[in-house]
């Protein structure tokens, strides 16, 4: 992998000796901890990373930026995203969360809308109104940059990237020259690193604001999501769980975890199930078309057939249409329970990279996805028989290379 790119801010310039600092500059020196003021729980290397945000963000002190979250938001993303609006505004940055993709999940809704969760879908007509010259910086929170339409945009503004919060494994270099950069691939999720800068005392952080309630209740969220229910967790998940605990809203956490899934969604669970071929206790399951806006039916239909007996490992895929902008995608999710199997390692030797040297597929540890674009084959849907052949070339292709390292002796797959 590529490294980032990047030169962290080295803090706030020295005052003239002659200069009597403003009232708002004293305050902002007082909101900047020493390395003693921070909980000693919080490891030095960490600690170091607090005090140096502070300072970034110090030095962009009345800016604007955009925050770019991937197309399709998880609640890692969103709730990691609002937390750093929030630690952004007491330096007087103006952020707005952004994301060029829609919620499809019902508890992605769910957090959205019971939350109020200031995120912004930027569609292809908003997309045309929008002046990105308003904007003095691009911030990339569970994200770098490689799962959003929106990065393009930006990069032909000329909008330089500030900050780069992540708990992926680094992607492709980004142009970050100057920025800020957080990238942990040991932390299980985004939720962990940003709840820790609350700790570290970026923010006052406290029950008695009803924003930082619902804030907190979305972290907890972010954290229990990217972790299994904290099954997957380590020691700072923890950490972080039990710093939220004195501030979140276990009822309006509660409210979005039991959000119903949609007709839909279980229409493609139920194909999932009527398609699914098992081998070496791997369970793969074409679901065929979706619309773009029930993509999140793909992981979800991973995650059941992962509950079957003498099952460790479910891979599900589709084609979705994205009509607003004439784009077909195969998409996939996988789910695994196997300690020994590593969901980017899997991807990644099994679909490869395309032209540009991009891998298809990654993942993280028991969860993995990948998107390829159907490219030239776009279209002509409206052809019933044209559309299906589509379908069955797709569908063989991807369980050959599957099978290929599942059953290394499986030769041909037929559905």
């Known amino acids: 992998m590529a490294s980032v790119s990047s030169r962290p801010s080295n803090g706030l310039s020295a005052p003239e000796s002659s200069t009597v600092p403003s009232p708002q500059k004293i305050s902002a020196q007082r909101s900047i901890a020493s390395p003693d003021a921070i909980s000693p729980r919080i490891p030095a290397a960490n600690t170091a990373q607090i005090i140096k945000l502070q300072h970034h963000l110090e030095g962009h002190r009345g800016q604007r930026f955009i925050l770019v979250i991937q197309d399709f938001p998880d609640p890692d993303a969103l709730s990691s995203a609002w937390a750093f609006q929030l630690i952004a505004a007491q330096y007087e940055i103006q952020c707005e969360i952004v994301y060029a993709g829609t919620l499809s999940h019902q508890e992605n809704i ?3 809308k019971l939350t109020g969760l200031p995120a912004k879908r930027w569609g292809p007509q908003t997309l045309k109104d929008i002046d990105l010259s308003d904007y003095q910086g691009c911030v990339l929170v569970d994200s770098q940059g490689t799962n959003s339409q929106l990065m393009p945009l930006v990069q032909e503004a000329d909008i330089p990237v500030v900050v780069i919060i992540d708990h992926h494994s680094q992607q492709e270099e980004v142009e970050a020259e100057n920025a800020f950069v957080d990238i942990r691939p040991g932390s299980r999720s985004t939720a962990t690193i ?3 800068y609350l700790q570290g005392g970026t923010l006052d952080f406290n029950s008695s604001n009803p ?8 972290l907890m969220h972010g954290l229990r999501s990217d972790t299994i229910n ?3 967790a380590q020691e700072a998940e923890f950490m972080a769980a039990a710093y939220l605990s004195r501030i979140y809203d276990a009822q309006l956490l509660n409210a979005v975890l039991q959000s119903a899934r949609s007709k839909r969604v279980m229409e493609v669970i139920e194909r999932s199930l009527q398609n699914r071929v098992v081998q070496n206790n791997f369970s793969l399951a074409g679901v065929g078309y979706l619309r773009y806006e029930e993509r999140d039916a793909i992981p979800q239909a991973a995650d059941f057939l992962a509950t079957e007996e003498n099952v460790h490992t479910a891979l599900v895929y589709g084609i ?7 784009i077909e995608l195969v998409i996939g999710s996988l789910r695994t329970n196997k300690l020994t199997l590593d969901p980017d390692e899997f991807l990644k030797d099994s679909l490869g990279m395309d032209g540009a040297g991009r891998y298809y597929g990654g993942g993280r540890d028991m969860a993995g996805g990948f998107e390829i674009p159907v490219g030239f084959l776009t279209g002509c849907n409206d052809q019933a028989e044209y ?9 063989r292709q991807l369980k050959q290379k599957f099978f290929r390292l ?7 797959v037929h559905s």
């Open 110 to 112: 769910a957090l959205v």
């Open 211 to 218: 924003t930082h309630v619902k804030c907190a209740t979305a």
């Open 387 to 395: 559309t299906k052949l589509k379908w069955e070339v797709f569908d």
């Open 194 to 196: 940003l709840t820790e």
């Open 406 to 412: 599942i059953n290394p002796d499986h030769r041909v």
């Open 230 to 232: 904290l099954l997957q």
């Open 320 to 326: 979705v249409h994205d009509r607003a902008n004439d």
